[in-house]
C-alpha cells in the first residue's frame, strides 16, 4: 500500500518537517463544505504502526512529532502533491454491514503519507487518479471494521486539527541554507505559505521543498528567527522570535500559539 515513505531518502529531502454536524466549515480553500464524500479505505502496516513512521509529508517518527497512530496516506488526488499534508479528516464505515463494526461512529486522522498510483494493468487500483482513497494505518482501519475485510466504504470530510501545544519548527540543512519541518499545526492542519525572518534580515519568503519541508538559500546561522505561516483557509500567525541566535541544525523550537 503506502510504501512512498521508502522513496523519499533523507539525502534528497533534507535539501530542505469531536466536530460538529453543521452544514459548513471553512477549512481550506478546496473544502468549505462541511458534507460527507464518498471513498474507500484500506490499511498498511501492523498494529504497532512502525511501517506507518515518516512517510511523504516528511513528519519523521510520527509518535516523537504528536501524530501516532491517527493517521493516514492519501490517494493521488487527495494527497495534492504533498499540499494536504497536515489536513485533517473524519472518516466512517458506511453501507457494508459484513464488515463495518456496529456502532463505532468516526475517527478522526491526519494526512501524513502518499498512497502511490500503481500503473500495472488490473480492475482495481485504488490509490490511481480520479479516486479518492485513504491507506489508513492499521489501529485506525481496526477501529472501524475487521482487518480481514481488507478495503471497506467510506465516507469523509475535512475537519478542523486540534493539537496540542504552539506550532512546531524543525531545524535541518547546513550553514549555508535552511531547511525547516512545521508540523504540529491546528486549525486547517495544511500549511500553504512560510516567511522567515532573522535578526539581521528582512523578512523572506521559504519555498516548499515537498510535504511540510520548507527551505530558504539565505545564510541564517547566527541569527534569532521569528516565522509567519499561513494554512489553507487564509489564517496567518506571526512567531516572532522562536529561536535564539544560538540554535542548532537538529533543534525543534514550538511557537507560543497555534491555529
Request: aromatic share 12%; charged share 15%.
Amino acid at each position: 500500500m503506502a510504501m512512498f515513505q521508502n522513496l523519499l531518502p533523507w539525502i534528497v529531502l533534507v535539501t530542505l518537517l469531536v466536530p460538529t454536524m453543521g452544514n459548513k466549515t471553512s477549512i481550506g480553500e478546496k473544502a468549505a463544505s462541511n458534507d460527507w464524500e464518498d471513498a474507500h479505505a484500506t490499511f498498511y502496516g501492523d498494529m504497532g504502526g512502525s511501517e506507518t513512521m515518516k512517510g511523504a509529508c516528511g513528519y519523521g517518527d510520527l509518535f516523537r512529532q504528536g501524530y501516532g497512530l491517527e493517521t493516514t496516506a492519501l490517494s493521488t488526488v487527495l494527497f495534492n502533491n504533498g499540499l494536504t499534508c497536515g489536513a485533517c479528516f473524519e472518516v466512517m464505515c458506511v453501507d457494508d454491514p459484513q464488515w463495518c463494526l456496529p456502532n463505532v461512529g468516526t475517527i478522526k486522522i491526519t494526512a501524513t503519507n502518499f498512497c502511490p498510483p500503481n500503473w500495472d494493468p488490473a480492475p482495481d487500483h485504488w490509490c490511481n487518479p480520479p479516486q479518492k482513497h485513504f491507506d489508513l494505518s492499521m489501529p485506525m482501519f481496526t477501529k472501524l471494521a475487521q482487518a480481514k475485510a481488507g478495503i471497506i466504504p467510506i465516507k469523509y470530510r475535512r475537519v478542523p486539527c486540534s493539537k496540542l501545544g504552539g506550532v512546531k519548527f524543525e531545524f535541518h540543512g547546513n550553514p549555508y541554507w535552511l531547511a525547516v519541518l512545521v508540523f504540529n499545526v491546528g486549525g486547517a492542519g495544511d500549511v500553504t505559505s512560510v516567511r522567515i525572518r532573522g535578526s539581521n534580515t528582512d523578512w523572506l519568503q521559504m519555498s516548499r521543498n515537498w510535504g511540510q519541508m520548507w527551505q530558504t538559500g539565505s545564510k541564517m546561522v547566527g541569527q534569532s528567527l521569528s516565522f509567519q505561516v499561513t494554512t489553507s483557509d487564509g489564517k496567518t500567525l506571526e512567531f516572532d522570535n522562536v529561536a535564539p541566535e544560538n540554535w542548532q541544525f537538529g533543534q525543534t523550537f514550538e511557537g507560543g500559539s497555534n491555529f
